[in-house]
């Protein structure tokens, strides 16, 4: 019998997120709202034998959207939520690294290969990182070029680039080195 990933949507400085979550804890952050933001949320839910049910899990739901805002306005510099990981055992060792990066802080992803003890997986880095079911939470954000460019981020760079100034790793004003 399939698990039910209850979901909502809440607004942000970076726009509508679409927030869903398990018995378990947060499982999805799909930046956007709409037709798009459930099509992907489906296609997610498909991939691991899962049925989404609008509203299903909302004291979960609402304990993200809570956290989420205190970190959108500054008051929040790590999360204390329950996760519910759906990767491969690669994809979630990438993931529990980047939980380790600090607030305001970045690393490349040869350090996030280095740091698993897969130094030469720098690809399959981004590839993790590109398939983090959790943004913001699980920072991919924190990820960046050897170069120190802003490279690679789902949600596009410049969310990538708001969710950096917001840390302070980036100046209020200006551009992003590289990007």
């Known amino acids: 019998m399939a698990g039910y990933v209850g979901y909502g949507v809440m607004e942000s400085p970076i726009g509508s997120l679409l927030i869903a979550s398990t018995e378990q804890g947060l499982c999805f952050i799909e930046f956007g709202t709409g037709d798009a933001a459930l099509l992907s949320l489906e296609r997610w839910c498909k991939r691991w034998g899962l049925k989404r049910k609008e509203g299903a899990h909302s004291d979960c739901n609402r304990q993200v959207i809570r956290q989420l805002k205190q970190y959108f306005d500054g008051s929040r510099q790590t999360f204390d939520l329950p996760l519910d990981l759906y990767g491969t055992p690669f994809q979630k060792k990438v993931w529990s690294e980047l939980l380790n990066i600090p607030y305001g802080e970045v690393r490349s992803y040869k350090d996030v290969a280095l740091a698993i003890g897969a130094a030469r997986a720098v690809r399959a880095i981004g590839g993790a990182n590109n398939q983090n079911p959790i943004p ?20 596009g760079l410049s969310i990538k680039e708001s969710l950096l100034r917001l840390e302070g790793y980036l100046p209020q004003n200006g551009t992003a080195a590289g990007a």
């Open 136 to 155: 913001v939470v699980i920072p991919c954000h924190r990820v960046i070029g050897s170069n120190g460019a802003l490279v690679g981020y789902g949600g």
